[in-house]
């Protein structure tokens, strides 16, 4: 990682282009995400964890040589020997090597099923033994198929130990810790904020051991794996995977063997400036040994790299000091410290908020004054985390304990006034000036900006409510306004405008810009809309069961596709995809697709969605083909709104050996539950039958993914452009459980987001984030979920078939033609030429050679199931 950030600083400041630098890796591949390495398990995909720019590696003053370790340095004449014997000379040399795990001397560590816990092939080797296992364990019963529960212990109970466990928890193996230490994560908080993580890890179902020595790890005596874990205290644990996670040591074999001076328990020494004792030698990240200890951190890795690129250039930087916080990755579990966390500064004053019923642990230490912050620890909530972590040093204004207390137990926390220098995000080392910087003379208006110049929270994340509060105020200083209307007519944000439009119980759009529209300087009234206000007043009257989408004025509302209930192509016809709940279809019901996309001459493919689309309809066409389709019992499948497309679903259980729960019947259930359902953007979701995840639910913006618990519920996920994986929400609910969460997350994101905004940027742009969004569905931390629950029940109850309801309405009815005065005859620019059996839309070039055919008229029911073609 460090390697990479430091590639990327060289080339984004050597803007004359000095220097060529070559990077050489041991493994396959590009520089991953090694913090996020416990992603590798939802997204399947090492590339999903690539850092930075791909492009970076296409840049000519970079080479990338993957799969080549250096072997040996020769720093009197300046070379690297690589593993295939080549011989690169250099004028600098970085060593940024890392670490590699530690395995502690315990007998058994090389057993089969013993893994440690560091790179990409590690954790896919780990993944492969538990489902190897998972696999060997089903026995065919006359019941069913029984699953024997793996068992896996993880050694280390540090932050890369529990993210362990999380793993083997999420591949469906159960998971106990074992911590030599009092407690967990020792390293970073006190035995409170300890005992407090401990409680919540357990909540996790996961089980902790502390104070427990490994003794001996034991084979299996059939398979020879491990087996068995025996402990100095004359405990013992039957396992099946082992994951050994006691820290790790710096990988200065090149150092040593080059003969530079490496620190007492390991790596190159390095001075302030990050260079060897040799002058053109330099080290950074977990190799360097500076101020004599190896720091394992990313943060003060990535600094370290900021300073050689620096030194490089002819400047003066210098090392200033690692930035030791830490925030735990372990989904549903909030831990955050930073500074001085054990409370050693000599007078220290600590003050603690602890509530263990809620699991939530706070401490601030702070000078013998109380009033210069000098840590904190934060277990269970971390919400003051980010406000607090860049005053470290810093005098807090008014009374520090008001930082700890609960929302609504006091006056309070005072408003903090971050100085420039105080670091916002440790991972790329950004300050709050430069954050304030890129408002004031770089022109950024909002956070996306902001994180494009800057780097700011592009890494874990954490500081991003922080960057969005100073991006936030830095606007407002400078005058510039930060508005929220949704366009020139309304002052109000879309979900102000949502709310207000609910609780004054308006019905059409004249009602609603008459009562809360702009009136322009010199007009009497606020005016008739625009194309972005009417469809999303359409929207909203929609999302609050206003009838159907063309009654009255809100058919006028509509844009091209919600008018034609269909999806508008590029030559002007419509496609058609009738609702196939959960991609589940009769051979009846494909038949009859079949046969009304071969009568009308429609060109057919299979969505990504598990449905069918059909091409090339005409819009006098559309009722003729909604009639043959719905008589046979299907309705619209909404691909043409802002609302429910699909639910994806793999077969699960009732036909899959590996199913633990009937994926098909909850996608199903909860496709018919939300269909119809309008939204600020269009909803996807999937439901994965185990944790093979074949319906790909983690892309989608609800992922169910089966257990053998229940379920678990991820949200925030989409593909397209820039895609996003889904985050965890909760961990096995029962369906009753399941289907009131997904309610209410639904309809908290209908009422609070943004026009045409996806389920992510929601979620990364709710305040407090995910965390918060779980507050309110899972604990009511707003007071609103029976409110929501009755919105989606009145959504269910009100549901109506579209495509039927024009059927039945000859008004609606009427719209569906291309020609006012001769609604049958078809647009005579439409031309065709096959291609693959089907048909396309012809090109110009091939309409003027000739070999384009025109559309034809009909197929119209005429008697029976005759049809009669008229040209």
Not at 28 to 54: N, Q, S
Not at 266 to 285: E, F, K, L, M, S
Not at 614 to 640: C, K, N, T
Not at 670 to 696: D, I, M, N, Q, T
Request: with cysteine; charged share 25%.
């Amino acid at each position: 990682m460090v390697a990479q950030r430091f590639v990327e600083a060289l080339r984004a400041r050597d803007t004359a282009g000095a220097w060529h630098v070559s990077v050489f890796a041991e493994e396959p591949r590009k520089p991953y995400d090694r913090v996020g390495l416990t992603r590798y398990f939802e997204v399947r995909d090492a590339d999903e964890l690539t850092l930075g720019d791909p492009a970076l590696w296409d840049d000519p003053l970079v080479t990338l040589h993957r799969d080549c370790k250096i072997e040996s340095v020769d720093r009197e004449a300046r070379t690297v020997t690589d593993r295939l014997g080549r011989v690169h000379a250099y004028d600098e040399l970085v060593l940024a090597t890392g670490s590699s795990a530690a395995m502690p001397p315990i007998p058994g560590n090389d057993l089969p099923g013993v893994f440690v816990y560091r790179t990409i092939d590690d954790v896919a080797a780990l993944r492969g033994w538990v489902e190897a296992k998972r696999e060997a364990g089903r026995v065919e019963t006359r019941r069913g198929v029984v699953e024997k529960p793996i068992r896996g212990a993880v050694i280390g109970g540090g932050l890369l130990g529990l993210e362990a466990a999380g793993a083997l928890k999420a591949l469906g193996a159960q998971a106990t810790v074992i911590q030599f230490g009092t407690h967990l994560m020792d390293v970073q908080i006190d035995l409170g904020g300890g005992e407090a993580l401990k409680r919540l890890i357990n909540g996790k179902g996961i089980s902790v051991r502390t104070g427990t020595a490994t003794k001996e790890m034991r084979p299996h005596r059939r398979t020879g794996h491990v087996g068995r874990l025996d402990f100095a205290d004359g405990g013992r644990l039957d396992v099946d995977v082992v994951v050994v996670a006691t820290g790790v040591r710096p990988r200065d074999e090149l150092a040593r063997a080059a003969g530079l001076p490496v620190g007492e328990r390991g790596g190159a020494v390095v001075d302030a400036t990050c260079r060897t004792q040799d002058p053109h030698v330099w080290a950074i990240g977990e190799v360097a040994c500076i101020d004599g200890r190896c720091i394992g951190l990313v943060a003060p890795g990535n600094t370290m790299a900021e300073v050689v690129v620096d030194r490089l250039l002819g400047g003066e930087a210098t090392f200033p000091g690692a930035d030791t916080a830490t925030k735990l990755k372990l989904s549903g579990v909030d831990v955050a410290s930073f500074g001085d966390a054990h409370g050693r500064t000599e007078d220290a004053v600590e003050l603690v908020w602890a509530d263990p019923l809620a699991g939530v642990y706070k401490k601030l230490v702070m000078s013998d004054d109380a009033r210069t912050l000098l840590g904190g620890v934060f277990v269970g909530d971390a919400t003051p985390y980010a406000s607090l972590r860049p005053m470290l040093g810093a005098e807090l204004p008014g009374d520090p304990a008001a930082f700890l207390l609960p929302e609504g137990g006091g006056a309070g926390a005072p408003a903090l006034e971050l100085p420039d220098d105080a670091a916002v995000c440790s991972c790329n080392n950004v300050s709050a000036g430069a954050i304030r910087g890129a408002v004031s003379e770089h022109g950024c208006t909002d956070v996306a900006a902001v994180k494009a110049c800057t780097r700011a929270g592009t890494t874990c994340g954490a500081c991003l409510p922080l960057v969005k509060k100073i991006t936030t105020t830095e606007l407002e200083k400078a005058g510039v306004e930060v508005s929220n209307a949704l366009c020139e007519h309304f002052e109000l944000s879309r979900a102000q405008l949502f709310d207000a439009v609910r609780v004054a119980d308006l019905h059409t759009f004249s009602e609603i810009i008459e009562r809360f529209g702009v009136v322009p300087d010199g007009a009497g009234s606020p005016g008739r809309g625009c194309d972005i206000c009417k469809p999303t007043v359409a929207s909203i009257l929609a999302s609050l069961g206003n009838g159907h989408i063309l009654s009255g004025e809100q058919a006028a509302l509509q844009d091209t596709n919600d008018h034609m209930l269909a999806n508008m192509q590029k030559d002007g016809t419509y496609s058609v995809v009738p609702r196939m709940p959960g991609g589940e279809v009769t051979p009846e019901g494909l038949i009859v697709v079949g046969q009304v996309a071969k009568d009308f001459g429609l060109y057919t493919k299979i969505t990504g969605g598990q449905r069918i689309d059909m091409f090339g309809a005409r819009v006098e066409q559309l009722p003729q083909i909604w009639r043959r389709l719905v008589d046979a019992g299907f309705e619209s499948g909404h691909a043409y709104g802002k609302s429910l497309r699909t639910v994806k679903s793999c077969v699960g259980s009732t036909w899959c050996r590996y199913g633990v729960q009937d994926s098909v019947g909850m996608a199903v259930e909860l496709e018919l539950r939300y269909r119809g359902l309008r939204s600020p953007h269009k909803l996807k979701l999937g439901v994965s039958g185990c944790a093979r995840e074949c319906a790909e639910a983690r892309g989608k913006d609800v992922g169910v993914i089966a257990t053998d618990k229940g379920w678990n519920v991820y949200v925030g996920g989409n593909g397209g452009q820039t895609p996003k994986h889904a985050q965890l929400l909760a961990e096995d609910l029962t369906s009753e459980e399941l289907l009131r969460t997904i309610d209410r997350f639904l309809m908290l994101y209908i009422r609070t987001a943004d026009r045409l905004q996806r389920t992510a940027p929601w979620v990364e742009e709710y305040e407090g984030g995910l965390d918060a969004i779980r507050a309110v569905i899972m604990e009511d931390s707003l007071g609103i979920c029976a409110d929501l629950d009755a919105a989606m029940a009145r959504h269910v109850e009100a549901y109506e078939d579209e495509w039927k309801a024009v059927l039945e309405d000859p008004e609606k009815l009427a719209r569906f033609g291309s020609f006012v005065n001769a609604p049958e005859v078809p647009d005579p620019d439409l031309a065709y030429v096959p291609e693959r059996g089907q048909k396309r839309p012809a090109t110009p070039d091939e309409v003027a050679a000739g070999i384009a055919e025109p559309a034809l008229a009909g197929p119209v029911l005429v008697s029976g199931p005759t049809l009669e073609v008229r040209a």
